[in-house]
């Protein structure tokens, strides 16, 4: 039997997002977390995690992804969503 310490619960799509938003240069980097913010402020129960290599959201099924390319961001969002909002 592995027994568990008590402790804080640990959001490990959170701390992916964080990575992958780290790793990027500090002009993307910043446009990034301009992305991450704003899907945050409009959905802040959504889900973090990463999906197809980048980050996505996850709030009463698939919100929202965003990715650094090597000549831009992408920011995807599903046409029933858009069509709902």
Same mark, same amino acid.
Not at 6 to 34: I, N, T
Not at 59 to 71: D, M
Not at 77 to 85: N, S
């Given at each position: 039997? =592995? !027994?568990?310490r008590?402790?804080?619960?640990?959001?490990?799509?959170?701390?992916?997002?964080?990575? #992958?938003?780290?790793? !990027?240069?500090?002009?993307?980097?910043?446009?990034?977390?301009?992305?991450?913010s704003?899907?945050k402020? =409009?959905?802040?129960?959504?889900?973090? !995690?990463? !999906? #197809? $290599?980048?980050?996505? #959201?996850? #709030?009463? $099924?698939?919100?929202?992804? &965003?990715?650094? &390319?090597?000549?831009h961001? $992408?920011l995807y969002?599903?046409?029933? =969503?858009?069509?709902?909002?």
């Open positions: 039997m =592995v !027994s568990r008590p402790g804080p619960a640990v959001d490990e799509g959170a701390r992916a997002v964080d990575a #992958y938003v780290q790793a !990027s240069g500090a002009v993307a980097r910043k446009k990034l977390q301009e992305v991450r704003a899907i402020e =409009v959905a802040p129960e959504a889900r973090e !995690s990463i !999906s #197809y $290599g980048i980050p996505y #959201y996850d #709030y009463r $099924g698939r919100l929202a992804w &965003f990715g650094l &390319f090597t000549n961001i $992408g969002i599903r046409p029933p =969503v858009i069509h709902e909002h």
